[in-house]
């Protein structure tokens, strides 16, 4: 080749580069690009999107006993001369019933209804065009949802206010509470789809401008769900995002601890009331917020009624706590499934986090036990044909091997559960055997991966271990719900230690299983049936009756002994909020048989009338808030402003515009062309020196 030749192959070469690079440099930002509570004004450019200036985000909670009533005010400004339009994302705990949404703009307050979600798309829609103000809150997955705001004036702030209540957490003596402040890229399995994609303010930019996060086959509602993040992490005194959260913990009883898990908090108490705040002003939203609160010995909770009267019906929240059970002095053998996610959104501390939190797990290993490490991204490969004694050499090739993992890749989640859920009946010989999930659960295909592991557990038992500053925490529970096991955060590495030794404490068998129930009447209850619990975990059901009189029959088995607590009803302390938790936890049972037989009219329509009658949230409703007159002059149609967004602690760096979690099709165009670029120079400089 001669160099002349080589010179147009290296000019044209560039000038394909040259295209691709801007990927790097994106400014507008697609709707795939959003992050946890960033507002978003649509720019002339089509399906692309500025970042407004977020002012700020106060977040109040109200704990009573075992409720939580959270208020998130998010507050943005329009500092232009010009009208515009806004999207949002943001995350909110999975189980929460989000019942309340009002907006705020220029002094004048629009409050939100739930409606059809179709049908409040197409009153939003008339209501942008009328130049009417007008805010939609849409349910993407059910820790996930979308706002959109129309006709925001210049120079006016918008605040966007939503309520949800949902259950406090309690397992191991500590009651727990999460608020989750930004959200990890999801990956999308499948082909891109090349038509089909959202319309109206929820679309993305065409192939090749700023959407790796495209719709696919498997994931079609992909632009919905795949947040971007800045690719900074936030600087002292200059906080991305900035949140204040406040707390008034009202437990009911003696408490021994207060605490966070991940922040700096101050605690106040007035009199049987802790008051909570963030000790630093104004932080970034780049990692959930976790309270936790322990009560002293002398009063751990053994049972506990809350009740409320709704319609002339009544509901109930149950918690019951069975007796902790002695250490069994038969030790059952297990087979230890490890399985690791080394995807890219793994970066950074989160592989740190996988890497030890499976070492810990090999440590655990007892001589009778056989085990297996599997690690996954674009694949899976498993180190191991069978699993293999916990023993000497393959204790030291397991190390080895999890020593070596490093992050890269898309995650290809399906092909994980299928080696460690193999659709073969296994010969056992007595042994248990269970399947420990390492992930942060960045994927979008959850309701795929929920059929696949119902479909192959078998005699198998999954636990997810959710890792990272931001996990996909529905996707990690809903797993293990379905896997039959438990699910586990660890949110940084001095946790590691203490949360999987637990972890392998209750892995060794259920602590009460065969659970029945006997309601003085007829009863709907949630969840049912009743699965095994483990060490540690309490029985929470949410309840509904026409009169809660009488005494409730808890009975099931331990190890070795039956066991019964009688619980009586009339003791109940009521609080509000319980009809909703009980219609969220049977939308959640209906969205599970959705996941399992597929999309049906009876199961839409049994979600819609929940949803509608007890005013939540849902994947069929949503909230709509329309002005009654037009404010928008004729002709002024939106600009845009930008501002940076939050990416979760501890995540490593990306060089491009697109999650890391992806497989890479630009990075791995771009790599293949500056590889040819190298091959043709090679040859070149190789002729020129034989010559």
């Not at 605040?159 to 999308?188: A, C, H, W």
């Not at 902790?324 to 501390?349: C, F, N």
Request: aromatic fraction near 8%; glycine fraction near 8%.
């Amino acid at each position: 080749m001669s160099v002349a030749t080589f010179g147009l192959l290296f000019r044209r070469l560039s000038g394909v580069l040259l295209l691709l690079l801007p990927l790097a440099e994106a400014t507008a930002l697609s709707m795939n690009e959003v992050a946890g509570g960033e507002m978003l004004l649509r720019t002339d450019k089509p399906g692309a999107y500025d970042p407004a200036i977020q002012l700020g985000t106060d977040v109040d909670i109200q704990v009573n006993g075992m409720v939580a009533v959270v208020s998130v005010r998010q507050q943005f400004m329009n500092p232009g001369a010009d009208w515009v339009h806004g999207v949002y994302a943001f995350p909110l705990p999975e189980r929460a019933a989000v019942d309340g949404m009002r907006i705020e703009v220029a002094g004048r307050v629009i409050i939100g209804e739930i409606k059809e979600k179709q049908a409040a798309r197409k009153q939003y829609e008339a209501a942008k065009t009328q130049g009417k103000k007008a805010a939609l809150v849409e349910q993407q997955r059910p820790n996930m949802f979308t706002s959109s705001v129309a006709n925001i004036p210049p120079g006016e702030s918008v605040t966007v206010t939503l309520t949800y209540t949902e259950k406090v957490d309690y397992s191991n003596g500590q009651f727990r509470l999460r608020f989750p402040m930004t959200i990890t890229p999801r990956y999308m399995p499948g082909h891109p789809l090349e038509s089909g994609l959202p319309s109206g303010d929820i679309t993305i930019g065409a192939v090749g401008e700023h959407g790796w996060a495209m719709a696919t086959d498997e994931v079609p509602d992909a632009p919905h769900i795949s947040p971007w993040l800045e690719s900074r992490q936030p600087t002292p005194g200059e906080p991305v995002n900035p949140v204040v959260i406040d707390v008034e913990l009202n437990p009911g009883l003696a408490l021994a601890d207060v605490s966070s898990s991940y922040h700096a908090i101050d605690v106040r108490r007035r009199g049987d009331v802790y008051e909570v705040g963030l000790s630093q002003a104004g932080i970034s939203m780049n990692k959930d917020f976790e309270l936790t609160w322990i009560p002293t010995l002398s009063q751990m909770p053994q049972a506990a009624v809350f009740v409320e009267r709704f319609e002339g019906e009544d509901y109930a929240l149950v918690m019951v706590v069975p007796p902790e059970q002695q250490t069994s002095a038969e030790v059952i053998p297990r087979e230890l499934i490890l399985v690791v996610d080394r995807s890219g959104s793994m970066s950074g501390e989160s592989i740190r986090q996988a890497r030890q939190a499976v070492l810990e797990a090999i440590s655990q290993l007892q001589p009778q036990d056989t085990f297996n490490v599997i690690q996954f991204d674009d694949s899976a490969q498993a180190l191991f044909d069978t699993a293999q004694p916990a023993a000497e050499p393959w204790l030291s090739r397991a190390k080895d091997f999890v020593r070596r993992i490093d992050s890269g890749g898309g995650t290809e989640m399906s092909a994980a559960i299928e080696l460690a859920l193999p659709d073969v009946e296994m010969q056992l010989n007595g042994r248990l055997r269970q399947v420990v999930f390492v992930t942060d659960g960045a994927v979008g295909n959850e309701q795929a991966l929920f059929e696949l592991i119902n479909r192959r557990l078998g005699n198998s038992r999954l636990f997810t271990v959710g890792i990272g500053s931001a996990p996909n925490s529905y996707f990690m529970r809903e797993a293990a719900e379905f896997g039959r096991g438990t699910f586990t955060y660890i949110g940084k590495t001095s946790e590691v230690r203490n949360k999987m030794s637990a972890l392998f404490a209750l892995l060794k068998q259920p602590a009460l299983r065969d659970i029945q129930l006997g309601w003085p009447a007829d009863v709907e209850y949630f969840p049912s049936p009743v699965p095994d619990l483990y060490q540690g975990q309490p029985l929470v059901v949410t309840a509904k009756l026409k009169k809660l009189r009488g005494t409730l029959e808890v009975n099931g088995l331990t190890a070795d002994q039956s066991w019964q607590q009688t619980l009586r009803l009339s003791s109940s302390v009521g609080e509000s909020g319980i009809a909703r938790l009980w219609a969220r936890d049977k939308v959640a049972g209906l969205e599970k048989a959705i996941a399992l037989e597929g999309e049906t009219d009876e199961l839409r329509q049994g979600i819609l009338t929940l949803a509608l009658r007890h005013q939540i949230m849902s994947r069929y409703t949503s909230f709509l808030a329309v002005e009654k007159q037009p404010s928008r002059p004729t002709g002024n149609e939106p600009k845009t402003k930008s501002v940076p967004n939050a990416r979760p602690a501890g995540q490593g760096p990306q060089s491009f515009a697109y999650p890391q979690t992806a497989t890479g099709m630009h990075v791995s165009l771009l790599l293949g062309l500056l590889s040819l670029y190298g091959w043709f120079l090679s040859r070149v400089v190789r002729r020129r020196v034989s010559k």
